[in-house]
């Protein structure tokens, strides 16, 4: 299992860098002035390293010779070579993807979720796959990538659709067949506002179905049609923000 928290115990660093856990003891006292405080806590308190021990570690296991020179590993250490490859590296092999929120954690570039925060909104949700797919279409444009950039472009989309409908509904995983959805949404619209969708929003509801039923066609790129269909990405953005407005202005009406 993953270590979530990233709090290691010296059995766990000594596995890591494949050396003795005597070793590490023995570099924790020697270089304890470059390790995170809880590496040498009071008697009685286990040992805990955080990752950026590991490239102060790694460094000292690096050099670490028969004739060791400590002075001159500590001179590197404070000129921060640890800091350099390979060193840097083991602390981020050791990182899995998803890891517990520390109190020192740094805000660049991370996103929060669980706990107290839960999930997302579905409704939030929804708009985060159809700006994804703008985005990508942007990508697509701009960039020129190839051909295969569309399938994600198009599943994110349908997928978008699915979430708003049940950001609507209220309703968790019921099915991924959209005429279902669109079915039930549109007895909301006559419930609660006499009106009905469009024809425009119902013929691309209708056309996603018909040619992606399961939400697997374009997730996995099986297109089995029998003829060859043209998208205009810039016609179904322009759709899909329609949608979306639509989608909001009920959403708060409810």
């Not at 050396?19 to 390790?35: A, C, G, Q």
């Not at 899995?96 to 669980?114: H, K, T, W, Y």
Request: net charge negative; proline share 4%; with cysteine.
């Amino acid at each position: 299992m993953p270590n979530y928290s990233l709090k290691y115990g010296v059995s766990e660093v000594a596995q890591i860098l494949n050396v003795d856990r005597n070793l590490i003891k023995e570099w924790t006292f020697l270089f304890s002035e470059y390790l995170n405080h809880k590496a040498t806590p009071p008697k009685g308190i286990p040992r805990e390293y955080s990752i950026d021990d590991f490239s102060v570690l790694s460094y000292v296991s690096y050099h670490w010779e028969e004739e060791r020179d400590i002075e001159s590993i500590k001179i590197g250490l404070n000129n921060e070579c640890h800091l350099d490859s390979p060193f840097n590296e083991v602390g981020k092999e050791v990182i899995p993807i998803f890891r517990e929120l520390s109190e020192n954690e740094r805000l660049d570039n991370i996103f929060v979720a669980g706990g107290i925060l839960g999930g997302a909104l579905k409704l939030e949700l929804a708009d985060s796959y159809k700006n994804a797919g703008d985005l990508l279409i942007d990508t697509l444009i701009n960039r020129n990538y190839n051909w295969c950039a569309f399938f994600p472009i198009i599943f994110t989309y349908r997928h978008s659709l699915e979430l708003y409908f049940k950001a609507i509904l209220k309703e968790e995983n019921i099915t991924h067949d959209l005429t279902i959805l669109f079915g039930k949404f549109n007895q909301i619209l006559e419930n609660n506002f006499k009106s009905k969708a469009p024809k425009w929003f119902e013929n691309m509801i209708k056309s996603f179905n018909e040619f992606d039923p399961g939400s697997t066609a374009f997730r996995y790129g099986s297109l089995d049609w029998e003829d060859e269909m043209v998208i205009d990405l810039n016609h179904i953005r322009e759709i899909m923000q329609w949608s979306s407005e639509s989608f909001h202005r009920i959403y708060k009406e409810l």
